[in-house]
């Protein structure tokens, strides 16, 4: 018996999708024909010359076939109207949306498994064709339930989306802001809250009892930065510092945001109090005592791979409470049931708030005066240390061309146009861009108010004007308003103020943030899943340098014993760690791995790099399903998504800092030649795919 390893050789690859695990059909004429014999309700729902075009599986694009719906206000809003029926008739669409990019997904999956049940070469050794079945039973007996795809368990769209995230940001914390102030919490994570107040006048009002009104009618207290009474009101029509958010309370009050930190991974948790656009009243629901809330939003991100996610609370009638942390989106994981059970109700399901329309600044905080920053909209020390909430949200500009990548395979299709069409600018006078990242989106608009031209963006009513106080304004006392002015000043609005950027400045910076495709120095927003074993390029603007390391051949006695059909195993070890982002318990990289058998040539000559399973093959598009991972074309098996050892299906993965290890066996046959490729791949949980990488690793092993 003789064993021979090769060297590793790199090979250049592209992505791939997964295979689903039943639908034995007959081979179809084309993917239009398939889904007219398979799913003929799913056909008006598609464009009709994209499936046309689509008569081949490497030509399936899903994001060509079935487009999203249109977003039908003119801006975006954290808060859609209530009762309103664009709102009505648009998340209806998005349901139907999404129920049916799952049914095309499904469809796609069953195409490509009908071409591979009947795609075998007419020339296949028949022996390797009956042995089909023996191999994967042994594959599944030898290794267990370790073939898996993460975040593949649910069809239950809000669980999918979750386990995704997971899968990319480790552990989800529960979303709370129970408790105010800074503490570190048991698994070595820092969270702290804060409740947020309305600033009226340069004054902060809260609501409180008037003790000084007969049977202490509840209004709100004013008092300045040294905790001075001024008045109370009954109402507050006005503030200093509205809120740009869209859709809710401009001058809403006792919101909480926590922000919780653990490594590179941060999330924000943002309890918002808001009945929609409208003026205080004194409502017990606008005290700081009270604990229900109307908006749940909640933000991840991994601060060096530039990894995004958003959740928002469910519209179906809950009723948010503060008093106990809400369970994390997916609960604690695969097999948390109870959890998931009210996970699933808790967070929205539809996608309705295009959060990456807003939050495209290339991190996920939108600092604005309302978000109460000791940096930003103060006038001196005081102010910040009386009013603000200091540097909750800490500054880490990121610039133009840093990765930022929203995960969610749902989420991104649904809002896949803001994602393509999401532009980074460049202010043509040079006062803005040289620090912040300001785009044709959201963030363009939070600028036209930052320099005190909010209303004059297309599209744009300025609504949060009619909300502001005259003592915000540069012409009043408060002198807060514009809040940014151009380089050196910047954020810094205390006295001597600079005069405001110019109307002309304004209009050249205006004309780009409305068309930023007409300026060549735009650079898409939002970036691309890097592939495992990949350099920095244009799409991803980082790379990902990990790949598996150690592999180690080793052949043994079939342990089932010396009668079987395969007298011997071949044991493959390698070690590999997913560093990406620097996340311990991250769990988005499976690998793919090919084995072709053949003869042992007379010479004992080496075998050419063409001799070795293709990428292509290694991708098992159109192979046949034999059960447990395991596919075939008839001349070679592919064994998709292996994960590490240990790590069976629907299990979380334990966090580490070093190389996992991952080992395969499976049956072989004496006298015969074992070409064996080895391909990672990320799941990059978008509309692109599976990424696989371009440094697969090939092995040979002769047994004799």
């Known amino acids: 018996m003789r064993l021979l390893l090769c060297s590793l050789i790199a090979f250049a690859a592209a992505g791939s999708c997964a295979l689903a695990q039943d639908a034995k059909l007959m081979r179809p004429k084309s993917f239009a024909d398939f889904v007219r014999q398979t799913a003929p309700d799913l056909i008006r729902h598609l464009d009709a010359a994209a499936l046309e075009r689509t008569n081949s599986q490497a030509l399936i694009n899903e994001g060509?076939?079935?487009?999203?719906?249109?977003?039908?206000?003119?801006?975006?809003?954290?808060?859609?109207?209530?009762?309103?029926?664009?709102?009505?008739?648009?998340?209806?669409?998005?349901?139907?949306?999404?129920?049916?990019?799952?049914?095309?997904?499904?469809?796609?999956?069953?195409?490509?498994?009908?071409?591979?049940?009947?795609s075998r070469p007419l020339n296949a050794a028949p022996d390797f064709l009956g042995r089909g079945d023996y191999f994967s039973s042994k594959v599944n007996r030898w290794n267990g339930n370790i073939f898996w795809a993460p975040a593949s368990k649910e069809t239950d769209i809000n669980l999918r989306y979750a386990d995704e995230v997971r899968a990319v940001f480790?552990?989800?914390?529960?979303?709370?802001?129970?408790?105010?102030?800074?503490?570190?919490?048991?698994?070595?994570?820092?969270?702290?809250?804060?409740?947020?107040?309305?600033?009226?006048?340069?004054?902060?009002?809260?609501?409180?009892?008037?003790?000084?009104?007969?049977?202490s009618p509840l209004e709100y207290e004013h008092r300045d930065k040294n905790g001075v009474f001024v008045n109370w009101t009954a109402t507050i029509d006005k503030c200093d510092k509205p809120s740009l958010a869209g859709g809710v309370t401009p001058c809403g009050t006792a919101s909480r945001l926590s922000r919780i930190e653990k490594g590179n991974v941060e999330w924000i948790a943002l309890a918002r109090k808001t009945h929609g656009p409208e003026i205080l009243r004194p409502e017990k629901y606008w005290s700081e005592n009270d604990n229900s809330y109307a908006l749940l939003g909640y933000i991840g991100f991994n601060q060096v791979s530039g990894e995004l996610a958003f959740f928002d609370g469910s519209y179906e009638g809950i009723k948010f409470d503060w008093s106990t942390p809400t369970v994390a989106p997916g609960g604690g994981g695969y097999n948390d049931t109870a959890g998931r059970t009210l996970a699933s109700k808790t967070y929205d399901?539809?996608?309705?708030?295009?959060?990456?329309?807003?939050?495209?600044?290339?991190?996920?905080?939108?600092?604005?005066?309302?978000?109460?920053?000791?940096?930003?909209?103060?006038?001196?020390?005081?102010?910040?240390?009386?009013f603000s909430l200091g540097d909750l949200l800490p500054e880490r500009t990121r610039n133009s061309k840093t990765p930022y990548r929203v995960v969610g395979t749902d989420y991104t299709a649904a809002h896949r146009g803001t994602l393509d069409g999401d532009l980074t600018i460049v202010d043509p006078a040079r006062n803005c861009t040289s620090c912040h990242g300001l785009t044709n989106n959201g963030t363009g608009r939070f600028a036209s108010d930052a320099v005190g031209r909010l209303g004059s963006i297309a599209g744009d009513s300025g609504l949060e004007n009619s909300f502001r106080t005259d003592w915000a304004l540069r012409t009043g006392a408060g002198k807060i308003h514009p809040w940014m002015y151009a380089e050196p000043q910047g954020n810094d609005v205390s006295d001597p103020?600079?005069?405001?950027?110019?109307?002309?400045?304004?209009?050249?910076?205006?004309?780009?943030?409305?068309?930023?495709?007409?300026?060549?120095?735009?650079?898409?927003?939002?970036?691309?899943?890097?592939?495992?074993?990949?350099?920095?390029?244009?799409?991803?603007?980082?790379?990902?340098?990990?790949?598996?390391?150690?592999?180690?051949?080793?052949?043994?006695?079939?342990?089932?014993?010396?009668?079987?059909?395969?007298?011997?195993?071949?044991?493959?070890?390698?070690?590999?760690?997913?560093?990406?982002?620097?996340?311990?318990?991250?769990?988005?990289?499976?690998?793919?791995?090919?084995?072709?058998?053949?003869?042992?040539?007379?010479?004992?000559?080496?075998?050419?790099?063409?001799?070795?399973?293709?990428?292509?093959?290694?991708?098992?598009?159109?192979?046949?399903?034999?059960?447990?991972?395991?596919?075939?074309?008839?001349?070679?098996?592919?064994?998709?998504?292996?994960?590490?050892?240990?790590?069976?299906?629907?299990?979380?993965?334990?966090?580490?800092?070093?190389?996992?290890?991952?080992?395969?066996?499976?049956?072989?046959?004496?006298?015969?030649?074992?070409?064996?490729?080895?391909?990672?791949?990320?799941?990059g949980f978008d509309q692109g795919g599976e990424r696989v990488s371009a440094a697969d690793h090939l092995l040979k092993v002769d047994i004799k």
């Open 349 to 386: 399901a539809t996608f309705r708030v295009d959060c990456a329309a807003c939050h495209d600044n290339k991190e996920p905080r939108i600092i604005t005066p309302y978000i109460k920053q000791a940096r930003v909209g103060y006038r001196d020390k005081d102010e910040a240390a009386a």
């Open 497 to 683: 103020q600079p005069a405001p950027i110019s109307d002309a400045d304004w209009d050249k910076l205006r004309a780009v943030i409305e068309n930023a495709d007409g300026d060549s120095r735009s650079l898409k927003t939002y970036t691309d899943a890097p592939t495992p074993e990949s350099t920095m390029d244009e799409a991803t603007r980082i790379g990902d340098p990990s790949g598996p390391q150690n592999f180690a051949v080793g052949i043994e006695d079939n342990p089932d014993g010396s009668s079987e059909l395969s007298p011997k195993r071949i044991r493959l070890d390698w070690t590999y760690i997913n560093s990406f982002g620097g996340v311990p318990e991250r769990d988005d990289v499976r690998f793919n791995v090919a084995i072709h058998e053949v003869g042992i040539p007379s010479d004992g000559a080496e075998p050419a790099s063409g001799d070795f399973p293709s990428i292509e093959q290694t991708k098992a598009l159109g192979f046949s399903d034999l059960g447990g991972g395991v596919f075939t074309d008839g001349t070679i098996f592919v064994l998709r998504d292996m994960s590490f050892q240990g790590h069976m299906r629907w299990i979380n993965p334990a966090p580490t800092l070093t190389p996992r290890q991952y080992r395969l066996y499976f049956p072989a046959s004496l006298n015969k030649r074992y070409l064996i490729r080895v391909a990672a791949k990320r799941f």
């Open 64 to 118: 060509e076939l079935l487009k999203a719906p249109r977003y039908p206000f003119a801006r975006p809003m954290s808060q859609l109207p209530e009762g309103d029926s664009r709102t009505l008739e648009y998340v209806n669409q998005l349901s139907i949306f999404l129920e049916q990019h799952q049914k095309l997904g499904q469809i796609t999956d069953q195409f490509r498994l009908a071409v591979g049940s009947s």
């Open 170 to 215: 480790g552990p989800i914390p529960p979303f709370d802001v129970t408790t105010l102030g800074r503490f570190v919490r048991s698994d070595g994570s820092v969270i702290e809250t804060r409740a947020t107040y309305v600033e009226v006048d340069g004054n902060r009002a809260e609501l409180k009892p008037n003790s000084s009104k007969s049977g």
